[in-house]
């Protein structure tokens, strides 16, 4: 269904869950447009084909520069939306209805009653549905290959007991787009059961922690191997080096031997680092 080797973005913006300093050196390493394109052009030349990111603002002027260049045409784009940060700030700057008007595409007019008829209602779908299109937008003409719902939301809306979004977000992905999505949580034996027992969706894409050390895996590393093991949805390991804490082989290794991992979205800042996971990960998977 997808690439077994994923890269992620994490690096970009100096996100590191074990380490300060090394959030430090990240982001001072990817100040520029041009640091991160570069990065991505190593690692297309070097065969991984799959970049899964965070709808950053810092990306924008980078996908202009892939869209210039045909070497991208092949590169499967994964967005994961949205990124809460910059509609948070909007929220505060603009107040709801301005913070709408400025994210939706096309009419604003139409855009903006749509949206405000939706709050009145308290039905959040068209919201939802108007905010992935203010997303897709940025990469109209390159090769999207999937649409994910980041954690922050994904699992709030299953606290909330708000199931059914998470079913309208998938419908909404395949007939506006024509692709898959998939779900970050940070507690996948929860998700899995709401997709697959609950929704009865069909293998649905779940990104959750799965590493060696049990960082960050929830409810428990038993339990979601457990999950994992059952072999109904598609899964995508990510903080499989626990941000720097397992040794790549040691990590890859674990992966590597689970029953239900399917592909691993990793993030490296250097070259070397980028070569030696992907070859890691090509050999167990």
Sequence with gaps: ???????GD????GVNHMSEQTSIKQAQRFRTADDIYRTL???NDIGI?????TTHNQLEPVFEKMKKNPKFDDFKLYPSMPYAHKYAAALVDLGPFEMLSKFTPGNKFLSGLKGVGSLVSANP???????????????????VQGIFLLNIVTDLLIGLGMHDILNEFVKYAKEKYNVKAGFFTMNHVKLHDVLVNELKMEEPIIISNINKIGFRMNPNKFEVEK?????????IAMSFLASGAIKPKLASEYVG?????????????????????????EAVL
């Design 257 to 281: 031997s689970l029953k239900g991992v399917n592909s691993v979205l990793f993030g490296a800042s250097t070259p070397n680092h980028i070569l030696e996971t992907k070859e890691l990960l």
């Design 10 to 13: 994490n690096q970009f913006f």
């Design 125 to 143: 779908i068209p919201i939802m549905q108007l905010l992935v299109d203010s997303e897709m937008k940025l990469l109209k003409g390159m090769n």
């Design 227 to 235: 999950a994992l093991a059952q072999e109904n949805s598609y899964n």
């Design 49 to 53: 084909k799959s970049f899964m990111f």
């Design 41 to 43: 052009e190593y690692v």
């Design 1 to 7: 269904m997808m690439d077994k080797v994923i890269f």
